[in-house]
């Protein structure tokens, strides 16, 4: 019996250390990385080391093990068990492991030509060519003092009538500084007027903007993702005259350091309107049993809220009687926050899982828009559960002894504030993927009503050329064109022309094209067909 037990240890250590050694950084631990970290963590960006290629990643292997097992990083605070977002950062349980295991082998490099190449990393921007760029008037210093910074600047518009918008794309200026970023627009000019009161560009906010008007939007900024571009019909209204609002905040940095950011504002096409205008409601402590005035948090204690229903004004009711379609929700707490849960019950007592964040970190915190939208029946109950922790047990606690806090925009005051963004509902909606920036490229072979074949360019992503293929089963008038993720022409590859039956490959010069996604357009007598492709520098 020992000796079977013997035998059996045995072959355990064999197969696990044979499973340690099949794991390498070539086929399995780069192309994780490259894929969730290197974004941020590359030469200019927020991310403190680099890790672009074997040496600097296996030099930080056990220190990549560790944050990675308590899931520090990739650094995204909702729980996707619970519900999925898009552009979601986060390693699965198995990558997870692999890592551990390539660590624990000793971090092998295995065979270098397998190894996939790094990724290219659009600049100017992700979407396209924006219809507006508004930059910040002056450089911002971030003072060399390894503290935080929260900076509102006020980036006048000059909109004479209001604007319909696709998408708002924040550009930093110094990547290594801008840790994240909120959006909004102020038409009262009170954000102007507080900007002016001091004398340096720009005004201090540490919890929000700082200003009771500012309108949030549901664009903002943090490192390794891409901007909201919404879809056909859908968008959000800058009115006439507004300030567009940004407030950025700084990593802590060891040495001043200066920059000045840009906004790249997409308007929507003039043959595709808005239809469905973004509305906007919000959870305040107004929702809790007892009113405002049951937001309060004594020291040296652990708190929990529930908030029911949401905030009474002309576009949200508590019960409302329609059907909406929920797009994006955005949490806010200060350095307090514990968690935070929340959902909807229907009328028939179903629940509908809307965001889990298990271990609030106001550092890395945002606007999550969900990778479909999400149905709220009419008469619908909400619930928002949010707890805070007043003790000296919170390391992020910034009073020492914890004093007695309330609502406040202020580094030592607390809030609970729930942003929610929404359409009413029509037939479909929750069947709509909300990532029009699909950076996936194209893979497959579409098909024609004729059975003609377009086929996938090659290469993808392409740098100064690539070719676009298909094949037709008779002769055909076609029309092949390069167009922007908005579906603007960008560039005729081939005006209409008959083409006869069999393949047919063609060249294109993209040299002077942008960065970015494309798609490719292959158009027939009654048919269209698209390819996606990614254009590098």
């Not at 102020?186 to 540490?206: C, L, R, V, W």
């Not at 990593?251 to 350091?257: N, V, W």
């Not at 729930?418 to 037939?427: A, C, K, Q, R, S």
């Not at 497959?444 to 009503?449: A, D, K, L, R």
């Amino acid at each position: 019996m020992k000796k079977l037990i013997t035998i059996s240890f045995l072959l355990i250590v064999g197969s696990t250390a044979t499973g340690w050694a099949q794991v390498n950084f070539s086929e399995h631990i780069a192309p994780i990385i490259y894929e969730n970290c290197t974004s941020c963590h590359r030469e200019g960006e927020v991310g403190p080391i680099p890790l672009t290629n074997y040496q600097e990643v296996a030099s930080w292997g056990p220190m990549i093990q560790y944050v990675t097992e308590i899931k520090y990083m990739p650094p995204f605070s909702p729980d996707v068990s619970y519900s999925h977002f898009l552009f979601e950062r986060s390693l699965t349980d198995e990558q997870i492991q692999m890592i551990a295991d390539w660590v624990d082998a000793g971090t092998p490099q295995g065979d270098p030509d397998l190894e996939p190449p790094l990724p290219s990393f659009p600049t100017g921007s992700q979407i396209g060519t924006p219809d507006l760029v508004l930059t910040m008037e002056e450089a911002h210093t971030i003072a060399g003092n390894n503290q935080d910074d929260y900076q509102v600047f006020v980036l006048p518009t000059g909109f004479t009538e209001d604007k319909e918008i696709a998408a708002i794309e924040f550009r930093p200026g110094n990547k290594r500084a801008v840790h994240h970023v909120l959006i909004a627009y102020d038409i009262s000019g009170e954000a102007a007027a507080k900007d002016a009161a001091t004398p340096e560009y720009g005004y201090y906010s540490f919890g929000d903007f700082g200003v009771d008007e500012a309108v949030y939007s549901t664009w903002g900024y943090v490192p390794g993702t891409s901007p909201l571009v919404y879809p056909e019909g859908i968008g959000e209204v800058i009115p006439a005259g507004a300030d567009l609002l940004i407030q950025v905040h700084y990593a802590p940095l060891p040495t001043d350091e200066t920059d000045q950011s840009s906004v790249n504002i997409f308007f929507k096409k003039a043959d595709d309107p808005i239809t469905r205008e973004v509305r906007i409601a919000s959870v305040t402590p107004f929702n809790l049993p007892g009113g405002f005035s049951d937001f309060e948090i004594p020291p040296n204690e652990e708190k929990t809220f529930v908030a029911e229903s949401l905030y009474e004004d002309d576009s949200w009711t508590p019960g409302i009687d329609y059907d909406i379609s929920l797009i994006s929700i955005e949490p806010h707490s200060h350095y307090l926050g514990k968690d935070y849960e929340i959902f909807a019950v229907t009328p028939q007592n179903d629940t509908i899982n809307l965001i889990k964040i298990p271990e609030w970190d106001f550092n890395w915190q945002g606007s999550y828009t969900f990778q479909n939208m999400i149905k709220i029946p009419a008469n619908s109950t909400w619930y928002t559960v949010a707890s805070y922790d007043n003790t000296l047990d919170n390391p992020a606690n910034p009073s020492n002894p914890p004093i007695n806090v309330s609502w406040g925009e202020g580094t030592e005051d607390e809030m609970l504030l729930v942003g929610l963004y929404f359409i009413p509902y029509e037939e479909g909606d929750e069947n709509i993927n909300m990532n029009v920036l699909d950076m996936n490229t194209s893979t497959q072979t579409m098909v024609s009503p004729t059975n003609n074949l377009f086929h996938p360019p090659v290469p993808n992503p392409a740098k100064n050329s690539f070719t676009v293929s298909f094949t037709l089963t008779q002769r055909e008038r076609l029309q092949l064109n390069l167009l922007d993720m908005f579906g603007k022409k960008i560039m005729a590859i081939s005006d209409a022309q008959f083409w006869p039956a069999g393949q047919h490959s063609v060249p294109v010069n993209i040299s002077n094209i942008g960065a970015g996604p494309y798609l490719i357009e292959l158009k027939g007598k009654a048919y269209t067909l698209t390819q996606k492709i990614i254009i590098s520098n």
